[in-house]
């Protein structure tokens, strides 16, 4: 626990006596620094969990504190724990009188509060994790071998989820005792109560190379990042102390490996722009993803181990045009460590047949075996220098690389499939000689508990789906019993499909700009004119509303928007429209989502009305409606659906993202 306060000057106190450091970090307006002296605290006195982050935004500087946790799962002795509620404290100011600020710091300010906003749902959600004892950003084989010259596997930061908050600071030793690393996805745990018991930890690390939201995120970058890119560690260990054997089996998802968008307009099914893999910033891009993915998961120094393709799309229709791609890109490649299988599980698993997922293991298990899991032997140490006193048995060489269209549904029904028939050979590989059980035997055993261990992985698909698209996974079910349930499966999964439908329209544009802090995309300069422009526009409304303050707030929160709205329409939209009104091309909305007519007016304002939030039956009903009548006036009238979808302001496309 770190212990928060104040000075006169309201800078940030950070002390961690329960840690037993001596000195404090002071934070400040223009300095981070670590003083050796001892503070009494003052001002706002408070306890937090972790340092998430230190922020410098338009306005001023912040510090994120951790406020709450609840500890969800154990690495042996090391504890998890889940993030459940954050807070960012502005460094150096008290706004006590905003009437003394100008517009432009009032800006500044509000949109400080707006991206703050969004950076810190990411955390209330509860899909951060960090461990004080061990390091959960990397696999148990990648801390393992980070301090070990057996291979030479690249090992990076992409999992540390706070890393671009705190990279200023991480070269700094003294600094570290302070600092938290955290995770963004999902950590679960279950009891296998053979004879030993043993624990299975399921962790799922979301990466910040190419973070990002459905629509806004696609395929991979010009630098050979892919989007929704996830990997999924399985881990075993025995609960009796006389047995300290371990095991970990590490599998992949991410956006199919091509240069594609699908950039929102509205529709319910954006149209898939594949670029052309002949082109040579396009092929340098995937034959970096490629290369990346055996440099960190397979054996250079053996002919063992391979990464597995698994592409679960439609062989024809409209995803047939990524699978024909993907095939031919693999085929270009002609690389003896990169296989590609294609299993259409549309095709194979019709009338819901998911039984049939079985035979695409049939298919991999030789090469899955080969590829095998990490097996070590000792106490996973709380301290990384230490990790080579471990007794390493057996390194996984390889893994499979699994994608379908959002790699969500599909591809968690898959990872739970193969992680399931994987964990047999998991527990068997360490099961206690002088047990001589057979591998039939543990099999049988862990029927019992299949459930428990299907749950933990549905459960890791809901949070990856809520992160990426904003609703739990379609086809939960089908992970959870095996099969479909006819009325509630296809009922959820209408409501979580037109729940993605609406948010990916109107609200990803927000989230997005919160997860390019996240994945340091984010610049100053840029912050700056946005506060300039629209900033000091909406501010301005801020302070001279039309509305008089006699009227109730409930009606003036109704009346002000459209009033707004139609002063703008009026002042600008109109004169522009009779100084060019020559010109047809104009349309009725262009790509900001300015409108050039009265149709395009009444479309805008239907925009302005739709619930910010879905949390409630009533709001997603509301905003369905709504949402509907938009898309009539936009089919009606052949409006530009693209303008009016929430796009975000810091990033763009990120088609040519970089990491840093």
């Excluded at 969800?72 to 724990?81: R, S």
């Excluded at 000792?378 to 080579?388: A, C, K, R, T």
């Excluded at 009325?487 to 439908?501: A, E, H, I, M, Q």
């Amino acid at each position: 626990m770190l212990e928060v306060s104040r000075n006169i000057d309201n800078d940030i106190i950070i002390s961690a006596k329960a840690k037993r450091l001596a000195g404090a970090v002071i934070v400040s307006k223009t300095s981070v620094k670590l003083d050796s002296a001892k503070f009494t605290p003052s001002l706002d006195n408070f306890k937090a969990y972790a340092l998430i982050g230190i922020l410098d935004l338009a306005f001023g500087r912040y510090v994120i504190f951790a406020k709450s946790a609840a500890l969800v799962a154990t690495v042996q002795t090391n504890k998890i724990f889940r993030l459940t509620s954050a807070e960012a404290f502005l460094v150096g100011f008290s706004i006590s009188d905003s009437n003394s600020l100008d517009e432009l710091t009032l800006a500044k300010h509000k949109l400080d509060r707006e991206l703050l906003d969004s950076i810190i749902h990411t955390i209330n959600s509860g899909h951060t994790y960090f461990c004080e004892t061990y390091d959960i950003t990397h696999s148990l084989q990648h801390n393992f071998l980070q301090k070990s010259d057996v291979t030479n596997t690249h090992i990076d930061n992409r999992y540390f989820f706070n890393f671009h908050l705190l990279h200023p600071h991480l070269s700094q030793p003294e600094f570290q005792p302070f600092l938290t690393k955290i995770i963004c996805g999902f950590v679960g745990q279950t009891v296998l109560k053979l004879s030993p018991s043993y624990t299975l930890t399921l962790i799922s690390r979301l990466s910040t190379f190419r973070l990002g939201t459905r629509y806004n995120r696609r395929g991979l970058d010009l630098h050979g990042n892919a989007s929704n890119s996830v990997e999924s560690e399985q881990i075993v260990f025995s609960n009796n102390l006389s047995s300290l054997e371990i095991c970990s089996f590490v599998q992949v998802r991410g956006s199919v490996p091509l240069v594609w968008k699908q950039p929102v307009d509205l529709s319910y099914r954006p149209k898939i722009e594949a670029s052309d893999s002949n082109q040579a910033d396009v092929w340098k891009s995937i034959q970096k993803h490629m290369f990346d993915l055996k440099e960190m998961y397979t054996d250079d120094k053996s002919d063992r181990g391979s990464v597995l393709c698994i592409n679960l799309l439609n062989t024809d229709g409209f995803e047939g045009v990524l699978t024909k791609k993907y095939e031919k890109m693999v085929e270009k490649l002609r690389d003896e460590k990169i296989h590609y299988v294609e299993f259409p599980v549309n095709k194979y698993c019709k009338n819901h047949n998911y039984a049939n997922l079985e035979l695409l293991f049939s298919r991999i298990q030789e090469a899955c075996l080969d590829n095998g899991f990490f097996i070590a032997d000792g106490h996973v140490p709380s301290n990384i220098s230490s990790l080579n006193n471990l007794k390493i048995s057996r390194l996984q060489a390889g893994l499979a690389r699994i994608s379908c269209l959002d790699s969500l549904d599909r591809t968690n029904m898959t990872s739970a499939m193969i992680a399931k028939n994987m964990l047999n050979y998991q527990v068997y590989s360490i099961i206690p000689i002088e047990q001589n059980s057979s591998l039939q035997t543990v099999r049988k055993q862990l029927l019992i508990f299949q459930k428990d261990v299907t749950n933990l992985w549905a459960d890791s698909g809901d949070a990856i789906s809520i992160l990426y698209a904003g609703t739990r996974a379609l086809r939960s079910d089908v992970v959870r019993t095996g099969k479909r349930q006819w009325l509630k499966g296809s009922f959820d999964d209408g409501v979580n499909s037109l729940t993605r439908y609406y948010l990916n329209n109107f609200f990803d544009g927000k989230k997005q700009d919160g997860y390019d802090f996240w994945g340091g995309k984010v610049h100053l300069p840029k912050l700056e004119k946005i506060a300039k422009t629209e900033g000091v526009m909406k501010i301005r409304q801020d302070l001279r509303p039309i509305v008089p303050d006699i009227v109730p707030e409930f009606i003036s929160s109704i009346l002000e928007p459209f009033l707004q709205a139609l002063q703008s329409f009026v002042k600008d939209t109109l004169k522009d429209h009779v100084k060019h009104q020559n010109n047809r091309k104009m349309g009725h909305i262009d790509e900001k989502g300015v409108p050039h007519s009265y149709v395009g007016f009444v479309v805008t304002v239907m925009r302005l009305y739709l619930p910010r939030y879905i949390s409630s039956w009533w709001e997603l009903t509301f905003g369905l409606v709504t949402f509907t009548y938009m898309l009539i006036f936009v089919r009606i009238f052949g409006m530009n659906g693209a303008g009016l979808v929430d796009k975000p302001r810091l990033s763009g496309n990120g088609e040519t993202d970089e990491t840093e």
